[in-house]
């Protein structure tokens, strides 16, 4: 039952056919405009024919009565790419002509959604000694390092500051590897494939796994569960002692995960659950903004 359920909802599958669906395939490829906008060493006009089809594939969501609204704030999105290279000296000027058209055909009404936000590592200093309320907010995956070293120390006090997470029955299934040598982290951050252009300023490259000896049968969903916890609460420690940090997906396929485990010798009993890629603030930084849904559009209150 569980396969059959997969193999209906799950989001690539017959996606041009289903409004929720294509709208997941939209979100990612939107923020990926962001996030290459908040690269430090960022390519001047990057990403052109990847936003060209991302117009072409609004026009067939709105078709198959997708929201207007997501619609708006995607194209939020699009019009700050758009300044945003023309700023740094790009030709934009098809981008332009052809955002323009689908923004007037579909009576599309921009707002303030995505982007960059622009930061100072004062900041960040400022608001980890403050309470729970800010510190968690002003959070942010990093895509803009600075090569300042950073001592292992800090990370080793990261560490022990996650020892009390929690997990399923006390299982503590989590391994951690931290590697800091520039061939093997050059290997798995190249392998992992989602931190071009930024991966080479990040001085370690933490790969979580987890242990599935610690499971039965019935609950092996629980690894990634336990792992993700320790992960949120890692990076939360991590921001806590100073040291930008971005998690990066280790959604692979089977055969992927098993080159990266074997390459890397992770011992087979052990799953990657998440990458997260560590290294120092700059000054003067920028983040994506990665607009957040209000609780109210995913809870209920029963």
Not at 6 to 32: M, P, Q, V
Not at 34 to 55: P, R, Y
Not at 146 to 172: G, V
Request: proline letters at 2%; one cysteine or more.
């Amino acid at each position: 039952m569980e396969a059959i359920a997969c193999t209906k909802y799950i989001a690539d599958g017959n996606k041009f056919k289903d409004s929720e669906k294509l709208k997941t395939d939209l979100i990612i490829r939107a923020h990926a405009i962001e996030k290459g906008m908040s690269i430090g060493k960022v390519k001047i006009g990057f990403g052109q024919a990847k936003v060209i089809n991302l117009l072409k594939d609004l026009q067939t969501y709105l078709q198959i009565r997708g929201s207007k609204e997501t619609v708006n704030d995607i194209c939020s999105i699009i019009k700050k790419y758009i300044s945003f290279n023309k700023e740094l000296g790009a030709d934009m000027q098809k981008i332009e002509h052809l955002f323009s058209d689908f923004c007037s055909k579909n009576k599309v009404e921009t707002n303030e959604s995505g982007g960059i936000y622009y930061f100072n590592y004062e900041d960040i200093k400022e608001n980890s000694s403050k309470n729970f309320e800010i510190f968690s907010q002003s959070r942010f995956s990093i895509r803009d390092f600075s090569n300042k070293p950073i001592e292992i120390d800090l990370i080793k006090k990261a560490l022990k500051l996650c020892e009390r997470t929690p997990s399923a029955c006390n299982r503590q299934s989590w391994s951690i590897y931290i590697f800091q040598d520039e061939q093997q982290k050059k290997l798995l951050f190249n392998l992992q494939k989602g931190c071009n252009g930024f991966y080479q300023d990040m001085q370690y490259a933490i790969l979580l796994c987890g242990n599935l000896s610690r499971y039965n049968f019935h609950e092996l969903n629980q690894v990634y569960v336990d792992g993700g916890i320790y992960a949120m609460n890692l990076m939360y420690a991590l921001h806590f002692y100073g040291v930008a940090n971005i998690p990066l997906t280790m959604g692979h396929k089977q055969k992927q995960l098993k080159t990266i485990k074997n390459m890397l010798n992770i011992p087979d009993n052990e799953i990657p659950i998440v990458l997260i890629g560590a290294g120092a603030y700059k000054e003067n930084y920028k983040v994506a903004v990665s607009e957040r849904n209000d609780y109210s559009l995913y809870t209920k209150f029963i």
